[in-house]
């Protein structure tokens, strides 16, 4: 019998399924934004090794069922030849969800395509990176939160910052939320944020959480064990501002 390194496989974006020699195939692309010959790509896949059909996920990715263990390596080549990105489970930083921000939508105040864009390459927090437990963070264009800001580990969105006098755009910031089985509001900051300090903020949190959490600690225990004013310490910010 071979032996199978299932979590080598999840990062791969190849989840176990069910169904004994079954995997589910996790993808994802920057933004959300599947293009069409991405779509026609894992059509003609799911044709050939899967079952026909695909299930969008919450975290706005596409999943691929029913890929048998023997055809996982051809199913991951064709997927990096479409440019497509693996998805990832296990205890790894998970896809960043965004909406559309004010790209198209008319509620939108910020560019969320921008900070994801800055979020991945500029401080290096993609997809797939190694740390204690689960990660997720969400960015909303606006206060309506389409993408749930408040229950991941960081949540930003954008606001307008009525207390200056040219009302300018910020963003604000939920730490500490998460769902699953025993869900938890993130808390939120009493500051409407630049773009830089947003960005600072976040690579500090996830350094923070990197260095001092145990395995299968969510941010949300770890701030509760650390005690919120030294966590705010670790991570620079002063809630007295």
């Not at 969320?112 to 990660?135: A, Q, V, W």
Request: hydrophobic share 35%; aromatic share 10%; charged share 30%.
């Amino acid at each position: 019998m071979e032996t199978i390194d299932y979590d080598a496989l999840k990062k791969r974006g190849f989840l176990r399924q069910k169904q004994d020699g079954f995997f589910v195939l996790r993808l994802k692309m920057p933004h959300a934004v599947f293009k069409k010959e991405h779509l026609d790509g894992i059509v003609k896949i799911t044709g050939d090794y899967g079952k026909g059909f695909v299930h969008t996920t919450t975290r706005q990715g596409i999943e691929i069922p029913f890929i048998r263990f023997a055809d996982i390596d051809e199913v991951g080549k064709r997927v990096k030849s479409l440019g497509i990105e693996p998805g990832t489970s296990g205890p790894r930083m998970r896809t960043t969800t965004c909406c559309p921000g004010n790209n198209w939508c008319k509620s939108g105040l910020v560019d969320t395509f921008s900070i994801y864009d800055k979020i991945e390459n500029k401080l290096g927090l993609r997809c797939g990176m190694d740390l204690p437990h689960k990660f997720k963070i969400a960015i909303s264009g606006c206060p309506n939160g389409c993408t749930r800001p408040q229950v991941s580990e960081v949540g930003i969105h954008g606001q307008v910052d009525l207390a200056s006098s040219e009302k300018r755009i910020g963003f604000t910031i939920y730490l500490g939320g998460c769902s699953g089985r025993t869900p938890r509001t993130g808390f939120k900051l009493d500051k409407i944020f630049t773009e830089s300090e947003i960005l600072s903020l976040i690579e500090k949190v996830v350094g923070f959480y990197k260095t001092r959490a145990k395995p299968k600690q969510r941010l949300a225990l770890l701030i509760e064990e650390f005690g919120r004013d030294k966590f705010f310490k670790e991570v620079g910010y002063d809630s007295n501002l």
